[in-house]
């Protein structure tokens, strides 16, 4: 059985790099953990005005911007602290944990955390089986056909 190295050797001649990257891209794919359990603690449903009619509202869920997960988690903070510091303004040494639309905050973040995961691992998915698909189009027959019996194992 071959090891697949985990970087590429820039001194090899560029006709034998291409079947080299590929192997690296290859066991990279296989690595990336995929995200199946997605235990979501909140209903994914996230309104900027929960009480007010039309309130701007995505689906946290399906999210694929990490710059939007990033302003909800913002402005859920944001709301968390201005919370509790308004506790501590009027002398509150116990009050109810702050909601959001019934979720804590630690809810929200943990339902961010994961979208993000699973966003960050799309992109890498998707950065790899790009290269992949430029790379093969250099390999010569020869190469393929080391391809196919590599994949073979024969």
Avoid: C
Wanted: proline fraction near 3%; hydrophobic fraction near 40%; aromatic fraction near 10%.
């Amino acid at each position: 059985m071959k090891t697949v190295p985990m970087k590429l050797d820039n001194s090899l001649p560029t006709n034998q790099k291409v079947p080299v990257a590929l192997k690296i891209i290859e066991a990279q794919l296989a690595a990336l953990n995929i995200i199946t359990e997605t235990a979501f603690k909140t209903s994914g449903d996230f309104r900027w005005a929960p009480n007010m009619d039309g309130g701007r509202a995505i689906n946290l869920y399906k999210v694929t911007s990490i710059p939007t997960l990033i302003s909800v988690h913002q402005y859920i903070k944001a709301k968390n602290l201005g919370y509790a510091d308004s506790a501590k303004d009027l002398s509150l040494d116990k009050f109810e944990v702050f909601t959001w639309q019934n979720f804590t905050f630690k809810d929200w973040e943990h339902d961010i955390k994961i979208r993000l995961a699973v966003v960050r691992q799309v992109e890498e998915r998707n950065r790899l089986e790009q290269g992949k698909d430029k790379l093969e189009k250099f390999l010569s027959e020869d190469q393929q056909l080391e391809g196919i019996f590599d994949d073979l194992k024969l």
